[in-house]
């Protein structure tokens, strides 16, 4: 019983296997490749484009519009990080069922929270921004809120998987002490995740600029929105000076997750 | 003196393997009682039952006049038994300070054991603790970072805190050395008679089995052995208890 469920699950991976071999093959016989792939202009517009990467404009007056840029970007990177961090923890603790005793009321309430975190994720950034746009209007809040959903869905799926692997042994002991399931957490489970939930959130906070870069069509400004602007005026060397200042934000972003992440495994 | 566990005839099943078959004994307050016996004898399925991590399938356990059973609520149980098993018990991520001080968590509210991870209350429990195991230094320090025998101390420490009328203690120097093992055991025996506590260990060592603990309850295939103290426990005796042909 047992090894015929075995072989059938290697079959369905064989089977599943073979059908994304044939569509990804598919997929190549429907690109239409002839010479509109790439259109005539084209080339010589990215030869421009790989010019100016060498001869950023570094004027002081697109420096500080840069600057401002990134500030923005940032401010509402963090402010959806920070939305999401406050949904995350509350679900992914809600889904992980550490706060709840008894298998059953377990199987009852890890399943409706993670289908609520599930629910969160499956949707992008790009299509709650769409909706929340077309609900409140061109809006700072609109970004917030298209960043905070879905990457509160990611983040609290990946806090409350954390919490359900932390090893049992230590958490069994605090409750022999006396310690109630919110005490065990405060004890327990939170230090115990502490250090690898901080460092996944500060790789998502560097996803998070990322997507605010591009949300600026949404009307929040940022990196994106001169990017764009640049780019419509065929300023490429401006567009080059934008794109260093988002890598700059990135790198200054994984240093500060190194810092911290040093600073909790010491 | 007053009996403080009476153990009444249980039982316990895992699926087909019979783990404890209709055990029976008391133990008076203030005794110090070895569990010894090949592995998989049933000390840590005892223990646990003891210890209330999991009910008998029949019988009875009886502490202080009250069933185990009825023993529900966690703190009040708290406050009765203790245990303590490997060092994989302490929270490694927290400072040694929170660690010994979960000890009070059964006497604390949610906020003050909230406050106390970011002012740590109830100090004085810590420190006096810390420095009756000898690590009165490391306060402050990552608690993974102590050795194994350092943390099995912050284990005694936290127990220290918490007081409990019985301390049921698995295999509590299995991980370490020899010289260490001896330190420890040495520790958790002279605090459990000093506090007047019941104290129930599991061993792997008959040697420090008769050296520090007055009674000897020994178990084979889930039934009890012998059950002597443990100046009349004979070299025979200790023989047949691990001697692999014999079936009692
Ligand atoms: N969770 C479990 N599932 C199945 N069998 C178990 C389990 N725990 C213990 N046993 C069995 O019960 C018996 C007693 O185990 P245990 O109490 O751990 O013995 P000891 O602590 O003396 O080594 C052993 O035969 C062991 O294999
Ligand atoms: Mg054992």
């Known amino acids: ?266 | 003196m007053a009996e403080i566990i009476n153990v009444n005839r249980i039982s316990k099943n895992y699926e087909r393997k019979i783990a404890l078959s209709s055990l029976s004994f008391t133990v008076e307050k203030g005794e110090l009682v070895a569990l010894i016996g090949p592995s998989g004898a049933g000390k840590t399925t005892l223990l646990n039952m003891l210890g209330a991590i999991f009910p008998p399938d029949q019988g009875e356990i009886v502490i202080s006049g009250k069933q185990i059973a009825e023993m529900t609520d966690q703190k009040k149980r708290a406050k009765k038994i203790g245990m303590i098993r490997q060092q994989f018990d302490l929270v490694g991520e927290l400072p040694v300070i929170h660690n010994v001080l979960a000890g009070r968590l059964s006497d604390w509210g949610v906020m003050k054991s909230l406050v106390s991870l970011l002012i740590p209350q109830d100090k004085d429990y810590a420190t006096a603790a810390l420095d009756r195991v000898g690590l009165k230094d490391k306060l402050y320090e990552r608690t993974s970072k102590l050795s194994g025998g350092e943390q099995q101390r912050v284990a005694l420490a936290r127990l220290l805190v918490q007081s409990p009328e019985i301390v049921l203690a698995d295999e509590p120097v299995a991980s370490l050395d020899p010289a260490r093992a001896e330190d420890v055991l040495e520790l958790l025996v002279n605090i459990a008679s000093e506090e007047k506590q019941t104290l129930i260990a599991s061993l792997h060592s008959v040697e420090y089995a008769r050296k520090y603990f007055d009674r000897l309850i020994a178990l084979k295939n889930g039934e009890l052995f012998f059950d002597l103290p443990s100046s009349s426990v004979s070299d025979d005796h200790i023989k047949r208890l691990y001697s692999l042909k014999e079936h009692s």
């Open chain 1, 1 to 266: 019983m047992e090894r015929n469920w075995m072989s059938f699950e290697l079959h369905k991976r064989k089977i599943l296997s073979l059908i994304l071999g044939l569509a990804f093959a598919a997929s190549l016989f429907s690109v239409e490749w002839n010479s509109e792939l790439i259109h005539n202009g084209g080339l010589t517009t990215a030869k421009q484009i790989g010019l100016a990467f060498f001869t950023p404009d570094l004027s002081g007056e697109i420096l500080i519009l840069a600057l401002e840029s990134s500030w923005t970007t940032l401010s509402y990177a963090a402010a959806g990080m920070s939305l999401a961090l406050i949904i995350a923890f509350f679900f992914g603790v809600a889904a992980s069922g550490v706060m709840v005793s008894g298998e059953k009321n377990k199987r009852l309430i890890k399943p409706f929270f993670r289908s609520q975190l599930g629910f969160m994720r499956a949707i992008h950034e790009l299509v709650w921004a769409w909706l929340f746009v077309a609900s409140i209007g061109l809006s700072p809040f609109a970004a917030i809120f298209a960043l905070a959903i879905p990457y509160g869905g990611i983040l609290g799926r990946i806090f409350a998987d954390m919490l359900e692997d932390v090893p049992q042994e230590p958490i069994r002991a605090l409750e022999a002490a006396g310690a109630s399931k919110l005490q065990a957490l405060w004890y327990g489970y939170l230090p115990m995740v502490r250090a690898s939930i901080t460092s996944y959130a500060m790789y998502r906070f560097e996803c998070a600029v990322r997507s605010s870069a591009i949300m600026s069509f949404v009307g929040i400004g940022g990196l994106g929105y001169q990017i764009q602007l640049s780019l419509d005026d065929l300023h490429y060397d401006e567009v080059w000076t934008f794109v260093f200042f988002l890598i700059i934000l990135v790198i200054l972003i994984d240093a500060w997750s190194n810092q911290l992440r040093k600073r909790l495994i010491q």
